[in-house]
């Protein structure tokens, strides 16, 4: 039979640094920005479906008192 050796795996804490390391993270300017994007697309979003269900409630009763 052969010989086998065995051959040290990396563990999986230096595969996870090594991965972040590859990673491109953004600056502070681009993180401020984008999550304002976010939060403001959120609310506008969330305005609109509430505006959407106020109208369709108001609706429904108006079709149900008929």
Same mark, same amino acid.
């Not at 090594?18 to 979003?45: G, H, M, N, Q, Y």
């Not at 269900?53 to 079709?63: K, T």
């Given at each position: 039979?052969? $010989?086998?050796? &065995?051959? *040290? &795996?990396? *563990?999986?804490?230096?595969?996870?640094? =090594?991965?972040?390391? &590859?990673? @491109?993270?953004?600056?502070? !300017?681009?993180?401020?920005?984008?999550?304002?994007? #976010?939060?403001? #697309?959120? !609310? /506008? +979003?969330? /305005? +609109? @479906? =509430?505006? +959407? $269900? @106020? +109208? /369709?409630?108001?609706? !429904? $009763?108006? /079709? @149900? *008192?008929?």
């Amino acid at each position: 039979m052969g $010989d086998t050796e &065995k051959v *040290s &795996k990396p *563990s999986k804490f230096s595969q996870i640094k =090594a991965e972040f390391k &590859k990673v @491109i993270w953004p600056d502070r !300017v681009t993180v401020r920005k984008e999550t304002t994007a #976010v939060v403001t #697309v959120s !609310v /506008l +979003l969330g /305005l +609109l @479906i =509430a505006v +959407l $269900d @106020i +109208l /369709l409630r108001y609706g !429904v $009763d108006f /079709l @149900i *008192s008929l």
